[in-house]
């Protein structure tokens, strides 16, 4: 099974950075106890700390799903109260199972990107 990578981006909402850092710290917790296939799961901040991208790796579309089932109420709690404008970019071949994940989302919130060439394989 391919490498599956993913960038997710969010604005962090007026007034709850704090609160932000400390679900961002619990939904990074889960995923090192739970996750089995995740490769990378790293989280980033803006200078003016307003905004953050998220550097997802998975061994495949199967760890991405088992991610999303693992932290789903954390993440949950995350964009019901601390941030605002997700949106996800996946690299790599999605499973249908990981599609159907997706169309979850606000449309137009995930797009996706198949390997074209380069030096990954």
């Known amino acids: 099974m391919r490498k ?6 969010m604005t962090v909402r007026k007034g709850k950075l ?8 619990e939904c ?11 490769l990378r799961y790293d ?16 061994e ?13 109420e954390a993440l949950d709690r995350l964009f019901s109260e601390f941030a605002d404008n997700h949106a996800v ?3 790599g071949e999605p499973s249908p199972q990981l599609v159907e994940l997706a169309r979850r989302m606000p449309k137009g919130s995930v797009k ?10």
């Open 28 to 38: 990074i917790r889960q995923t090192k106890e739970k996750d089995t296939k995740t």
């Open 43 to 58: 989280w980033f901040l803006s200078d003016d700390e307003t905004a953050c991208e998220i550097r997802e790796a998975y």
């Open 4 to 9: 599956l990578e993913v960038s997710a981006r």
């Open 112 to 121: 996706w990107y198949s390997f074209l060439q380069g030096l990954g394989s």
């Open 18 to 25: 704090e609160g932000f850092k400390l679900q961002a710290a």
């Open 60 to 72: 495949g579309s199967d760890g991405l799903v088992e991610h999303r089932m693992h932290i789903g």
């Open 89 to 91: 970019t996946v690299y």
